[in-house]
T-cell receptor, first 117, second 112 residues
Framework: KAGVTQTPRYLIKTRGQQVTLSCSPI?????VSWYQQTPGQGLQFLFE???????NKGNFPGRFSGRQFSNSRSEMNVSTLELGDSALYLC????????????????FGQGTRLTVV | GEDVEQSLFLSVREGDSSVINCTYT??????LYWYKQEPGAGLQLLTY?????DMKQDQRLTVLLNKKDKHLSLRIADTQTGDSAIYFC????????????FGSGTRLQVQP
């Protein structure tokens, strides 16, 4: 069974540009969450999607957005990039058979390392 | 708000036991997790414990939970050089709030 796949693995962008990151969850998993990891702030929650709907959102500005497709694949977009957006962006997938179930296990991908110059 | 605290660094000799500690503040936590991160990699789920349990053992890993003190620990028996990594403690709050709150991570260095 394939794990969580994130593409691309590495990305270099210029300030002011926008970027789209992709996450393919484990087959059968319907919930996808995104986290930002930086040396200064650690791991911070961005948002979570279930069945194409955003059901949780962290404290990030509106420049950070996401979506989920009918096949559960998810993308996150960051517009008007700033130097401080340089980070490892991690995606996690969990089973979440129905929306009310608290998932026990979240499996993470390898992450996309974004560098903004 | 929720807060999860960990010590930053632990150094042990190969073959010894490692104990990584974590404290959390959210009394509504349902599950508590330990993740491992090796350089340049994502997070690997090691184990988790439900909040109504005291202990969980999984091969070389033992998780102890003191719910009264909101203290979680991960013991790695017979620590190997391959165990060198950063270990993150995370808690999942009660229904309605699904995001994991992570600690800052403990860097485990295993010396041969």
């Amino acid at each position: 069974k394939a794990g969580v796949t994130q593409t691309p693995r590495y990305l270099i962008k210029t300030r002011g540009q926008q970027v789209t990151l992709s996450c393919s969850p484990i087959s059968g998993h319907r919930s996808v969450s995104w986290y930002q990891q930086t040396p200064g702030q650690g791991l911070q929650f961005l948002f979570e999607y279930f069945s194409e709907t955003q059901r949780n959102k962290g404290n990030f500005p509106g420049r950070f957005s996401g979506r989920q497709f009918s096949n559960s694949r998810s993308e996150m977009n960051v517009s008007t990039l700033e130097l401080g957006d340089s980070a490892l962006y991690l995606c996690a997938s969990s089973l979440a058979v129905v929306s009310s179930v608290v998932d026990t296990e979240a499996f993470f991908g390898q992450g996309t390392r974004l560098t903004v110059v | 708000g929720e807060d999860v605290e960990q010590s930053l660094f632990l150094s042990v000799r190969e073959g010894d036991s490692s104990v990584i500690n974590c404290t959390y503040t959210d009394s509504s936590s349902t599950y508590l997790y330990w993740y491992k991160q090796e350089p340049g990699a994502g997070l690997q789920l090691l184990t988790y414990i439900f909040s109504n349990m005291d202990m969980k053992q999984d091969q070389r890993l033992t998780v102890l939970l003191n719910k009264k003190d909101k203290h979680l620990s991960l013991r790695i028996a017979d620590t190997q050089t391959g165990d060198s990594a950063i270990y993150f403690c995370a808690e999942k709050p009660g229904m309605g709030r699904r995001a994991l709150t992570f600690g800052s991570g403990t860097r485990l260095q295993v010396q041969p």
